[in-house]
């Protein structure tokens, strides 16, 4: 078997809930036309079609057009050795769609990443949570509207605030000060 | 005077205090492990729950060294990103980089065109790499486990293969060796025959390593019958490299999908049986002496010899995809605008998108890039195999004793720098 006949099974199996299947360089590709079903589609792919090594899932934002978000899985089977890709296109005013942890376990911190930097939620995920960045961070740093350079965010709490043990003292030179008695850092009494 | 006497003790309050040193019994401890703890190699997080030196729940918390380096991708040339490979497994980046040249070569549709001499020096590249890493992580997993001799033994020849990468690159970590369609430079010469005495010495140091350990009664009781993954639990969790071949589960990518010359190569995939930390010690142990195999074959049929006298090309000879000679470039006007294109707009990818996944000494690691023209990604995922390894922890370390987590890790082998991109 190939990834073509894979596709075209996946098919059979599920009529135009799948769309036809596209070739780029050895590579097949389906769209999953409904987003809320993908669960069932991927459950079908492992329990069906033996592809029971889920690779890996990625999100893409295709910022300006609608709809917005992508979502990439690339489905293995270790049995028949053969690569599938599903393709799931979210709205932007959704940005939701069925969690597949429920199908292979793996999914579970691949859905949080992309939750973690596109903000896009998994519904039925058991632990939905930031996994990359921290809880409470504000933004979603993958997507396209995100700059570059980052925004400024309040930093959680750090354990120590205090000045470092060679942060000013006695041993610093303090810049800015005109003469060279104030520079000089044995000149200060120790504080 | 007359002092009043304060008893401290009430003598009836032990006793008294039953019930509620009863409900203390079964409270549970919450440990913090890491970020910064020697076993976590890095800076892995792990909240353990406990109760008695038993654990009870462990939840790991990754993203410690995120960097962005996906968000970096999208902003640059797919040949700028190629030292950010170097960052991802630290411990081998010469296996990264020709990874990611395989994938976007795989996007550009060259994937088949390579000189056959590039072929065979990528391969001298990814496992020497593979034997670098797999002897830091016994290195280290022996030491966390109280051997530390094993971690002196491994560190020096490391240093070997470090001095080998720095010949071979100018640098000794961040290598940067592979261009797209091809490699920054050839072998220098004498290198191969430094190589070849390598394969020698480390083949002793890896009996020695295997005379220390294998029957070692302490390092047996740490490790076997600890952390076992059952081969359905690897696969669901989509384990990959020696974590999954530990449990037994017959998948190596150089096997099943045979990239660069490995159908060529003869070696054998070792395989663990009950997918204990003992078998995962064993599976890397065996990967080193094939690695170690393969390198003495592609030394011995490398084309145009150790010394290219016979000019083999180790570029894609296409003008638009890798630089041209510099000779070419001060003399010719053509040469001179595919240089100019290259280094201001980079590789011209099509639209498309591809997978590529390259059996790293870690495991799987894989790029996805989704090109929408031009030369930068619309998108580069990196799926890196410790990111994905270490999903299994909160299912694997519940169940086993606190001092276990320690032979556990080190036996997971996981390098932060590429779990957290």
């Known amino acids: ?191 | 005077m007359t002092m009043t006497h304060k008893r401290d003790i009430e003598f009836g309050e032990p006793a008294g205090r039953i019930e509620e040193l009863r409900d203390l019994a079964g409270d549970r401890l919450v440990l913090n492990m890491g970020p910064s703890h020697p076993s976590t190699h890095g800076v892995l997080r792990l909240e353990l729950e406990l109760e008695g030196e038993t654990i009870t729940k462990a939840t790991p918390h990754v993203g410690y060294l995120h960097r962005g380096d996906e968000k970096i991708a999208e902003n640059m040339t797919y040949t700028q990103f190629i030292p950010y490979t170097d960052r991802l497994d630290y411990l081998a980046p010469l296996a990264n980089n020709v990874a990611y040249a395989l994938a976007v070569e795989k996007l550009l549709g060259i994937d088949q065109q390579l000189p056959p001499r590039c072929q065979f020096i990528r391969v001298i590249c990814c496992e020497l790499a593979r034997i670098s890493s797999h002897l830091l992580g016994l290195g280290c997993f022996a030491m966390d486990c109280g051997a530390m001799t094993v971690f002196l033994l491994t560190f020096t020849e490391r240093e070997k293969i470090y001095n080998l990468c720095e010949w071979l690159t100018g640098a000794r970590l961040t290598t940067s060796y592979t261009r797209i369609g091809g490699l920054a430079r050839d072998l220098p010469p004498d290198w191969a025959a430094q190589c070849r005495k390598f394969c020698e010495e480390v083949a002793t140091t890896i009996d020695e390593v295997d005379k220390l350990l294998t029957r070692n009664r302490i390092w047996v009781d740490r490790t076997q019958g600890v952390g076992i993954i059952s081969p359905a639990d690897a696969i669901d969790f989509a384990l990959s490299g020696p974590n999954l071949r530990g449990s037994g589960v017959n998948h190596d990518l150089r096997k099943a999908h045979p990239y660069l010359v490995y159908d060529q190569l003869e070696f054998e995939v070792p395989l663990g049986s009950t997918g204990d930390c003992y078998d995962r010690y064993l599976v890397r142990l065996e990967e080193m002496r094939q690695s170690v195999g393969l390198l003495r074959q592609c030394l011995d049929r490398l084309p145009g010899g150790p010394e290219n006298r016979t000019n083999a090309p180790i570029n894609v000879p296409d003008g638009k995809i890798v630089l041209p000679p510099k000779k070419k470039v001060l003399t010719s006007m053509e040469e001179l605008i595919h240089q100019f294109m290259l280094v201001t707009q980079g590789v011209n990818a099509p639209p498309g998108e591809v997978y590529f996944g390259a059996e790293n000494p870690k495991g799987e690691l894989g790029f996805y890039l989704c090109s929408r023209g031009g030369g930068t990604p619309h998108r580069l995922k990196i799926r890196s195999p410790s990111f994905v390894n270490l999903s299994i922890l909160p299912r694997l370390l519940p169940g086993s004793l606190l001092s276990d987590t320690v032979a556990i890790l080190g036996s997971i082998d996981f390098v932060m720098g590429e779990c957290d991109r």
């Open chain 1, 1 to 191: 078997m190939n990834s073509t006949e894979l596709a075209a099974k996946l098919r059979d199996r599920l009529g135009d809930l799948v769309s036809e299947p596209r070739s780029f360089r050895g590579e097949t590709t389906v769209e999953v036309t409904d987003p809320e079903k993908i669960a069932v589609v991927c459950a079908v792919a492992k329990n069906e079609l033996a592809c029971d090594y889920l690779v890996d899932i990625s999100g893409v934002d295709n910022y300006g057009e609608d709809p917005r978000w992508l979502i990439v899985y690339e489905l293995y089977g270790l049995a028949h050795r053969c690569h599938l890709r599903l393709h799931v296109r979210v709205r932007e005013e959704i940005s939701a769609l069925p969690s597949v942890a429920a199908v292979w376990r793996a999914a579970d911190w691949h859905e949080r990443e992309i939750f973690d930097m596109l903000g896009i939620t998994f519904r039925g995920h058991p632990d939905l949570r930031r996994i990359l960045m921290w809880d409470g961070y504000p933004h979603y740093p993958l997507r396209k509207d995100f700059p570059l350079a980052g925004l400024p965010t309040e930093l959680p709490g750090v354990a120590f605030s205090e000045a470092a043990p060679m942060e000013g003292g006695p041993f610093v030179t303090t810049p800015g000060v005109k003469d060279a008695a104030g520079r000089e850092p044995r000149a200060r009494p120790i504080e």
